[in-house]
């Protein structure tokens, strides 16, 4: 089996689906051997709502901090449909994470911490990144999160 | 020349993007990459951009208009810098900013204005990942800005 998804395995941790475009644009676009993913949102929890709302006004950071990590799965997920292995990351090279906070929220690095975990438990030192974290004004269908990510791939 | 027969088809004319507003330059280019400097609405008959907030005092179609009109002015930062359009091999990657009231949620419905653009012009070849969120503010308080990251020849 091949290394990352052997990984994934020892974390039990199953790719969630990639979900449809929300908009005329693709999932990732491949420049050299560098590949720019499109902005992706949290996914719902099973029998919830997908999430929505400011953080910290309606979505702890904890729980915050748990949708980035469910976004980093999704961002991994397209990475899979898109390069067929996951063994051809070289390295993720930078993260934009883009949290929905209230004016004054300043806690966005924890937030966006949990892709940053995420991509680090799972791809080891090709999983540490450069990152600006940052809080926007409003997020597509009030999600709590979205991060692009840009991969180095062979 | 392809793309500027693709433009003459769709009845459309470039502007004039103007000079930089603040200590940038429009495009930079690195190997064949060129990074495009986030642009607004710009007027090319010279008028005030379309200021505002989207889902607040500015509709999701007018917005999306908006966001076409900055695709038009991405397109003519290209040509400026490029010289001829056929050289876009790919367009990579787009942020589309929207000036949005806190609650708004249709950022991609806005942003489609200039991704629709782009694949009206370049075919397959406008096809990009792209994230499309909300600002909480934006200069001179325009509705819309983008920036691209395009592959080139």
Request: with cysteine; proline share 7%; net charge positive.
């Amino acid at each position: 089996m091949a290394k990352v998804e052997a990984r994934l395995k020892e974390l039990g941790i199953t790719l969630p689906p990639v979900p449809a475009a929300a908009g005329n644009y693709v999932h990732a676009v491949q420049t050299g051997n560098t590949v720019y993913l499109a902005g992706k949102g949290p996914l719902a929890e099973p029998g919830k709502p997908r999430p929505s709302g400011k953080v910290p006004k309606d979505i702890s950071v904890k729980d915050a901090y748990k949708h980035a990590r469910s976004v980093g799965l999704v961002l991994i997920a397209v990475l899979k449909e898109f390069l067929g292995d996951l063994d051809r990351v070289e390295r993720v090279v930078k993260v934009l994470g883009m949290v929905n906070g209230t004016p004054e929220f300043g806690e966005q690095p924890k937030v966006i911490n949990g892709c940053s975990d995420l991509f680090v438990e799972v791809f080891g030192e090709k999983g540490r990144h450069a990152r600006s974290a940052v809080g926007m004004g409003s997020l597509p269908s009030g999600i709590p999160v979205e991060i692009e990510a840009i991969v180095e791939v062979k | 020349m392809k793309i500027e027969a693709r433009l003459k088809e769709l009845g459309i004319t470039l502007p004039d993007p103007g000079p930089p507003m603040g200590t940038y330059v429009h495009a930079v280019q690195t190997g064949n990459l060129v990074y495009l400097a986030g642009k607004g609405p710009f007027d090319p008959k010279g008028g005030p951009m379309p200021s505002g907030k989207v889902g607040g005092t500015v509709t999701i179609e007018k917005a999306y208009q908006d966001a076409r009109t900055v695709g038009l002015t991405l397109i003519a930062v290209l040509k400026n810098h490029l010289g001829d359009l056929d050289r876009v091999n790919r367009v990579v990657k787009v942020l589309g900013m929207v000036n949005a009231v806190p609650e708004f949620g249709d950022q991609p419905k806005v942003i489609n204005g200039c991704s629709d653009l782009f694949v009206e012009v370049f075919g397959d070849k406008g096809r990009h990942a792209r994230s499309a969120v909300g600002m909480g503010s934006l200069p001179m308080n325009i509705t819309v800005e983008i920036e691209a990251i395009v592959e080139v020849k």
